[in-house]
T-cell receptor
Framework: DTAVSQTPKYLVTQMGNDKSIKCEQNLGHDTMYWYKQDSKKFLKIMFSYNNKELIINETVPNRFSPKSPDKAHLNLHINSLELGDSAVYFC??????????????FGSGTRLTVV | DQQVKQNSPSLSVQEGRISILNCDYTNSMFDYFLWYKKYPAEGPTFLISISSIKDKNEDGRFTVFLNKSAKHLSLHIVPSQPGDSAVYFCAASVEGGSEKLVFGKGMKLTVNP
């Protein structure tokens, strides 16, 4: 009965590889997000999709490409992984128009380690 | 440029006492302020929020106070319980700003039995 689920939970990979993180929500929300928590513990938004349409695209390298096949899924593909990509990536969801004041529901995170 | 700042990295209190977590912000356009709680290996969980038109919002043991002139908000937990031990994030948003939340770097609260 997990509300926002991410897979995998842990990911260790070598520099230069391409990897994907998947996210699914069963809350009936129409907006999904990817946040990155770096080594300094800041949570920063990367992307947001509303009904499969991109609405937020922060200053993120082109190696990161989100894909939303439907409003319940938002995947993150990362090409040519670099050491600096090591972080915890959180997926989240909300009803559009309510996220800013009622908050999002977050997944448990994917810890990516690039070696 | 940190728009939301949590300047104290940690706080330790005794069970039953009050915990006060502080947060400062720089962007006067923020309309909503939120607090999230995070346990290790879990995602942040929404705790409580406040609109910029209010100065206080209460939910059970949790109360958030907003001082717009000082660009400061605080979360009060009374009484504190050991289960409250977690990292607390302050966040802020602009209404109509594409639902983006701007987070502080978090503060670790430890409640000792």
């Amino acid at each position: 009965d997990t509300a926002v689920s991410q897979t995998p939970k842990y990911l260790v990979t070598q520099m230069g590889n391409d990897k994907s993180i998947k996210c699914e929500q069963n809350l009936g929300h129409d907006t999904m997000y990817w946040y990155k928590q770096d080594s300094k513990k800041f949570l920063k938004i990367m992307f947001s999709y509303n009904n499969k349409e991109l609405i937020i695209n922060e200053t993120v390298p082109n190696r990161f490409s989100p894909k939303s096949p439907d409003k319940a899924h938002l995947n993150l593909h990362i090409n040519s992984l670099e050491l600096g990509d090591s972080a915890v990536y959180f997926c989240a969801s909300s009803h559009y128009g309510q996220g800013a004041n009622y908050g999002y529901t977050f997944g448990s995170g994917t810890r990516l380690t690039v070696v | 440029d940190q728009q939301v700042k949590q300047n104290s990295p940690s706080l330790s209190v005794q069970e039953g006492r009050i915990s006060i977590l502080n947060c400062d912000y720089t962007n006067s356009m923020f309309d909503y302020f939120l607090w999230y709680k995070k346990y290790p290996a879990e995602g942040p969980t929404f705790l409580i929020s406040i609109s910029s038109i209010k100065d206080k919002n209460e939910d059970g043991r949790f109360t958030v106070f907003l001082n717009k002139s000082a660009k400061h908000l605080s979360l009060h937990i009374v009484p504190s319980q050991p289960g409250d031990s977690a990292v607390y994030f302050c966040a802020a948003s602009v209404e109509g700003g594409s639902e983006k939340l701007v987070f502080g770097k978090g503060m670790k609260l430890t409640v000792n039995p």
